[in-house]
């Protein structure tokens, strides 16, 4: 079965840190440009950072610059997110996506479309 699985969401203080994890299963994450979104109660889904196949080029949402961190490692077909600096702004489900031959910029704008998603995990910022 062709998927992408998430792991590491949960409930942080404000300015703490959390890391999510993806991993592909069925398929390698070798030729897609990877991301992460995220989806608030209420509020449309949008890309937060996204990287192209090769990891030369990383794109941030203005939001999350300076304390969010992609990074992926092909071997593992995994990415990964590191966010620092947690804000109550920053709740949200965030999902992992893969885009195919897509440039980073192009598939957190949305103007590609994801072939696969994550389920999606639970991010909590509160004291």
């Known amino acids: 079965q062709l998927q992408l699985v998430e792991s590491g969401g949960g409930l942080v203080q404000p300015g703490g840190s959390l890391r999510l994890s993806c991993g592909a299963s069925?398929?390698?994450?070798?030729?897609?440009?990877i991301g992460w979104f995220r989806q608030a109660p209420g509020k449309e889904r949008e890309g937060v950072s996204c990287?192209?196949?090769?990891?030369?080029?990383?794109y941030y949402a203005d939001s999350v610059k300076g304390r969010f961190t992609i990074s992926r490692d092909n071997a593992k077909s995994t990415m990964y997110l590191q966010m620092n600096s947690l804000k109550p702004e920053d709740t949200a489900v965030y999902y992992c996506?893969?885009?195919?031959?897509?440039?980073?910029?192009?598939?957190?704008?949305?103007?590609?479309?994801?072939?696969?998603w994550g389920q999606g995990t639970q991010v909590t910022v509160s004291s």
């Open positions: 996506a893969a885009s195919h031959f897509s440039t980073a910029q192009a598939m957190c704008d949305m103007t590609t479309s994801s072939q696969f």
């Open positions: 069925g398929f390698t994450l070798d030729y897609y440009a």
């Open positions: 990287i192209n196949f090769s990891g030369s080029v990383t």
